[in-house]
């Protein structure tokens, strides 16, 4: 079993930044694959981006690209997603997931991930 806590979200004028931490329970954080969602009003749940169980790959959805970076601290249990350039479309709530083979495989579905964050919002206004 993984808990995992997201913070950092908040309000933030277009062309900012964020950096989004999500904080994971148990001492087998090193062995998942760790993964960014997000969810804007009256829309499905999107893949932001992920990175793999040591730090070594990483993906991202194109609309972030260049803009975001994921990264993670084993030491701390702890992943991040540093948001640069931040649009009004990229105002949503922010989940973090954690999963292990089929996030390996499948980092952007949703459905590779096992356990899932309560969400942080954010809110980029123009």
């Known amino acids: 079993q993984v808990q995992l806590v997201e913070s950092g979200g908040g309000l933030v004028q277009a062309g900012g930044s964020l950096r989004l931490s999500c904080a994971a329970s148990g001492r087998t954080f090193s062995s998942y694959h760790m993964g960014w969602f997000r969810q804007a009003p009256g829309k499905e749940r999107m893949f932001v981006a992920a990175?793999?169980?040591?730090?070594?790959?990483?993906y991202y959805a194109d609309s972030v690209q260049g803009r975001f970076t994921i990264s993670r601290d084993n030491a701390k249990n702890t992943v991040y997603l540093q948001m640069n350039s931040l649009k009004p479309e990229d105002t949503a709530v922010y989940y973090c997931?954690?999963?292990?083979?089929?996030?390996?495989?499948?980092?952007?579905?949703?459905?590779?991930?096992?356990?899932w964050g309560q969400g942080t919002q954010v809110t980029v206004s123009s």
């Open positions: 997931a954690a999963g292990t083979y089929w996030a390996s495989m499948f980092p952007r579905k949703e459905t590779s991930y096992d356990y």
């Open positions: 990175i793999s169980w040591n730090g070594g790959n990483t």
